[in-house]
């Protein structure tokens, strides 16, 4: 009687081995790659000071910037949306804050807050007009990265005569909000480091005896958060299989009671939340905003995305494999510098890399599958 | 651009860091100069450059460049909030640092830079505003085509206040792109029909603009003075539709930090004072030499 346990069970309910399971997930390529880049640099460039204190504090905060942007364009294109507008945001919300905390002379909390609300209302308006029109939103953010590129030119030519606007690390002294986005934690561990000899230490001038690397800046902290973040919205809530189901199939999963409209705006709003993460944590470290600042981050952050495993038609992807390739991303832009490869060969291997996370990708994807 | 040292068995290294996106020609000069000053000297250089002109980005590139423990970064000031931190960390870690290009005397000493090796922006500008005037010039057009940069707008400041007259809407953001240019220059002469002197900021925005005033036939009849050469603007001052090119001389700004660099650290000694690459006049009597290599060493 007890010999034949399977009848018992679901027959929706499949055994699936360990192995199949493991290659069936998106990040697999990520990982992949994440091993290969390291392995490669190790190699190639052990002893330029790519691995000490200084340099994996500069390929960290060059990857962290590509994670937070691809946090947010991940989670979209699995709704199956794109955004184009990401790098002109930054610029825009950069911007932004200049203008309310320097020029208008605002406590800078209310310029960073203002600043949110302006950007994701732009997000929700992206989004707002992508699922009312029904147009591509390749061509809805295209739009919306010039309309916000000139206004970010503009703007600052209007009222100040400049593109380049400083004095914003001073306007942020003694404000509460902003060492959020432009402060340092753990400086009294790195201190420790320095003063060890773990870490090198400065041998001249008004920063002598302090370590070369002093705290992990908050750009990094925001990176790990909105990581942690997008990966529990997308695998352990409710909301997290109405983006996968918006994706995969808007129609089908409108008749399952999913409201996919509201899904999509609400990437898109995250989206240009994490644009203007960025941003803050940019004009803050560096007091100064630009009007050519975030040119072509968009596309910087479709690639970590897709090196990451997502597809580019929606439905299917995840966080970790976005930070995953955006930590390839960053490791290997940086990383070709200090193997001393001539800059403007970076694209070449950038796209080769690409190329081949691609090709990784579809074949896993369609081997564990079976669709072709 | 890698020449390896070889003979003085002292492998020094030095990076030179611009502000410039790879779409600018300009900077070839650069990347000539400062090859041909590594292989003279026998150092290693390498030119280092944010693809976009992303000021951001080229923070991140000197603080990679720092990592890397090179002798001397040579490197432009064109935003000081931005780029200073990331400078001052390089001088305090006891890597020599030459600001080439952009930047004032002030900013250099603040950074804790050696010397400024460049043409300082606004009194090459005033040089240019005083010759025009001198010229009979009342009113003239900026076509600036570096927007972003502030650094670069001085020179139109500098030409305002040499002719004497508010800058006001003489400048124009042209853009980056040669047709685009072109049109702007052409619906800006037209509406301004009373207008003396163009002067353009580059070759970038030179090249088109010479088409413009060809093709308006204004050719010779209006005053056009530009800012660094090329083919096309030496040309230009050939057959008369440019009346003078200022030369800044980016040759020496990429050549001489290398050579200052290297004897400094080789025998100790460095040159006083910040060194003035330009303003050169560069006019129809003196163009032998710089056409033969306009747009490589000149």
Not at chain 1, 21 to 32: F, S
Not at chain 1, 68 to 95: P, Q, R, Y
Not at chain 2, 204 to 224: E, H, N, Q, R, W
Not at chain 2, 263 to 273: A, C, F, Q, T
């Amino acid at each position: 009687m007890a010999d034949t346990p399977q009848a018992v069970l679901d027959e929706r309910l499949k055994e699936i081995s360990p192995l199949r399971r493991a290659l069936i997930r998106p990040e697999l390529g990520g990982i992949i790659g994440t091993i290969a880049v390291f392995t490669f640099f190790a190699l190639l460039a052990y002893d330029s000071g790519m691995f000490n204190a200084q340099g994996v504090m500069n390929w960290s905060t060059v990857s962290a910037q590509f994670m937070i942007i691809a946090v947010g364009a991940c989670l979209l294109m699995i709704a199956g949306e794109f955004d184009l507008s990401v790098g002109s945001m930054i610029g825009f919300a950069g911007m932004m804050i200049a203008i309310f905390g320097v020029t208008l002379g605002w406590p800078m909390w209310i310029a960073i807050l203002i600043t949110f609300a302006i950007c994701t209302a732009f997000g929700a308006l992206n989004g707002y007009i992508v699922v009312r029109t029904g147009l591509p939103s390749f061509i809805v953010t295209l739009a919306t990265l010039f309309i916000l590129r000139g206004f970010t030119i503009f703007i600052p030519q209007t009222v100040e005569r400049k593109t380049i606007i400083g004095g914003i690390r001073e306007a942020a002294e003694g404000d509460w909000l902003a060492p959020v986005f432009g402060g340092k934690i753990l400086t009294g561990l790195f201190q420790w480091f320095g003063d060890i000899g773990l870490i090198d230490t400065f041998t001249r001038g008004n920063r002598e005896g302090q370590p070369v690397v002093d705290g992990i800046p908050m750009l990094i902290v925001w990176a790990i958060v909105l990581i942690v973040f997008g990966h529990l919205l997308l695998t352990r809530t409710r909301f997290g299989n109405w983006i996968f189901a918006a994706g995969g199939d808007a129609q089908a999963a409108r008749y399952a009671g999913v409201p996919v409209n509201t899904v999509k705006i609400a990437m898109f709003m995250f989206t240009a939340f994490c644009a203007t993460v960025f941003a803050v944590c940019q004009v803050m470290e560096f007091g100064s905003a630009g009007a050519d600042r975030g040119l072509l981050k968009e596309f910087e952050a479709i690639i970590a995305v897709v090196i990451g495993g997502a597809l580019l038609t929606g439905g299917y992807g995840s966080v970790i494999g976005a930070a995953l390739g955006a930590l390839i991303f960053g490791v290997v832009q940086q990383g070709l510098f200090f193997a001393n490869v001539e800059s403007s060969l970076f694209r070449v291997f950038l796209g080769v890399i690409l190329l081949l996370a691609v090709i990784l990708n579809t074949y896993i994807r369609r081997l564990i599958t079976g669709e072709r | 651009m890698v020449a390896v040292a070889d003979g003085h068995g002292d492998d020094l290294k030095y990076i030179l860091v611009s502000h410039a996106p790879d779409s600018d020609s300009w900077w070839n000069t650069i990347k000539n100069g400062i090859a041909l000053a590594g292989e003279q000297m026998d150092v290693s250089v390498e030119y280092r450059n944010p693809p976009t002109g992303d000021l951001a980005d080229m923070a991140r590139i000197i603080e990679q460049a720092a990592a890397s423990q090179p002798d001397g970064i040579i490197t432009t000031l064109a935003d000081f909030d931005v780029l200073s931190g990331p400078i001052r960390a390089a001088v305090d870690q006891g890597i020599d640092v030459i600001i080439m290009n952009s930047g004032t005397p002030e900013q250099v000493r603040d950074v804790g830079a050696l010397m400024f090796v460049g043409q300082p922006e606004y009194d090459a500008g005033l040089a240019a505003g005083l010759r025009a005037k001198g010229d009979g010039v009342g009113s003239f057009v900026c076509v600036n085509h570096v927007i972003s940069n502030t650094v670069v707008a001085e020179r139109c400041r500098g030409f305002a206040d040499g002719l004497g007259v508010e800058l006001g809407d003489s400048m124009i953001d042209s853009g980056q792109d040669p047709a685009e240019i072109k049109n702007r220059v052409t619906a800006y002469l037209t509406a301004n029909p009373e207008t003396d002197a163009i002067l353009t900021l580059g070759p970038t925005s030179a090249d088109p603009t010479i088409l413009a005033v060809k093709d308006m036939g204004l050719d010779g009849d209006i005053y056009f003075g530009t800012f660094d050469l090329g083919t096309e603007i030496v040309n230009g001052i050939k057959d008369g539709t440019i009346n003078w090119g200022i030369d800044q001389q980016p040759f020496l700004q990429a050549y001489l930090p290398v050579v200052v660099l290297t004897n400094y650290d080789r025998y100790g000694v460095l040159p006083g004072n910040n060194i003035n690459s330009g303003p050169g006049f560069v006019t129809k009597d003196a163009l032998g030499k710089v056409e033969e290599f306009a747009g490589e060493f000149r």
